[in-house]
């Protein structure tokens, strides 16, 4: 058994790519892609990371998923059911039992147990390798709200191996990216956050928040900005919106578009073109501008309809502090749009939504 394990890892090793599921071992190229999940690739030149599939018997119910690096530090171990090679192309795996993922020196990160295709336990490690926390997750079941399964919070450490949580009760600690300092504690009682949390967030500068939580339930709480002004808030992340609907005012935006340009061509515009509203911090909103070469007479009739649009814009809101944003949105959302989410741009934030089929856009902004 020893002896065909070593020749599977290194028939996986020695070919660059195997597309067939009659072998004991596939070796498969993904490249991550910051929309969507990571998607599979025909060479090693365009991966960002290699999967190894393994089956060392073909009676076996279970594959080895193995990821890795390009340069062959190991990203993770798990398992998943024979059918994943069906479409093993496919990024999703439904895992089974431990899945473990490494720090890049190769020491062990966490280890998650999966069951029927949910988490159901994790431990999380310091990269010292001493526990950071453990926490559990009760079966996902159909409620009123969707899917809902229970997080429940049972042992959390400090960075120095300290004990702060124990079986249910006691503070939980949220540490940075870095694990420098910790950016958001509060209370556990009964394995659920309860009472005031404390936090800070860098956005486009530093805010403070004090969350309230019952039962893992948020109930709202305080933002504070950099200059120590509180905003209230029920939703710790709010996006841009407009008052009666962003379908609205794209409607009110086309309804008064009338360039000096053929029907063909404006509907042509009216269909692939994408512009970009700035909204203050104050939910002005006193500039738009299109996005890529336009006609001037095009960009000139775009703007003279968004001056007799109605200004009812109200900001992106983090713990309720409103952030300067640059809204990126296409004319046509006939067949839906992508929304792509938030980056942050030096002072403001940047939000894109994009139409369903139509390549991602990038802007200078």
Known sequence: MLKKNIICL??????????AVNIDTLKLYFRNNSLSRPSAVSSLDSADFIRLLIRINPSDKLVTVQDYTKNGQLISISKTD?????????????LIGDAINYYPDGKRESITYYENEEIRSIYFYFPSGKLYFHKKY???????????????????????????????????????DKFSKVEVEGEIKKAHMNGDWTGSIFVTDTIKYILKLKDNRNLGGIG????????????????PDYKRGVFDFMDQLRRNFVPAISKKDRKMF?????????IERDGKTESIQTVGNIDPQVKDALLASFQKCLKLWSPTKVYGVPQKTTLLLPLNYEHGYVDYGLNTHGDHLHYEMNLEGISHIVSDH
Do not use: M, Q
């Open 224 to 239: 504070f900005d950099k200059y120590g002004k509180s905003y209230p808030f029920d939703k710790e992340y709010e996006k």
């Open 82 to 94: 024979t059918s994943y090679l069906l479409n093993y192309k496919n990024h999703r795996i439904h």
């Open 270 to 278: 009216l269909d692939t073109a994408h512009f970009l509203l700035i």
């Open 10 to 19: 290194v028939f996986a090793i020695k070919f660059s790519s195997i597309y």
């Open 138 to 176: 009760t079966p996902t079941v159909y409620g009123y709200y969707g899917y809902l399964g229970d997080e429940l919070y049972i042992d959390c450490y400090d960075i120095k191996g300290n004990p702060t949580c124990k079986d249910g009760n006691g503070r939980w600690l949220i540490y940075d």
